[in-house]
Nanobody, 117 residues
C-alpha cells in the first residue's frame, strides 16, 4: 500500500495550491480519506475529510470556505484545493486512510506548504 502526496510548494498569501494524494494497493471505495497538517511546534490538525460511503465532506474551522476536498475514483486520487492561503496555513500536509488520525492504517509521506510574502 502506498499513498503519494504531492502538490506542495511556496506561495504568496491569497494564492492557491492543489494537493493530490494518490493511492496504490487500496481503493478509495473502501476508505474515508483525510488531510492533516502539522506546523513546527504545533500539534497535528485535522484539515479535511471525505467519506467513502456518501462522499460527505468535513472541514476544520480554520479552513472552512477556503479549502475543498474532492476525489477521483478512476484515478484513485483525493485532492485538496486550497484557496486564499494564509501564512498560518504553512505546514506539512499529510493524507491518510481515515478521517481520524488515530484510526488511519496508511499515511502519505507529507508535502510541505509554505505561505509567505
Amino acid at each position: 500500500v502506498q499513498l503519494q502526496a504531492s502538490g506542495g510548494g511556496w506561495v504568496q498569501p491569497g494564492r492557491s495550491l492543489r494537493l493530490s494524494c494518490t493511492f496504490s494497493g487500496i481503493t478509495l471505495d473502501n476508505y474515508d480519506i483525510g488531510w492533516f497538517r502539522q506546523a513546527p511546534g504545533k500539534e497535528r490538525e485535522e484539515v479535511s475529510c471525505i467519506t467513502h460511503s456518501n462522499y460527505r465532506t468535513i472541514y476544520g474551522d480554520s479552513v472552512k470556505g477556503r479549502f475543498t476536498i474532492s476525489r477521483d475514483g478512476a484515478k484513485n486520487t483525493v485532492y485538496l484545493m486550497m484557496n486564499s492561503l494564509k501564512p498560518e496555513d504553512t505546514a506539512v500536509y499529510f493524507c491518510a486512510s481515515d478521517c481520524f488520525a488515530g484510526s488511519a492504517d496508511y499515511w502519505g509521506q507529507g508535502t510541505q506548504v509554505t505561505v509567505s510574502s
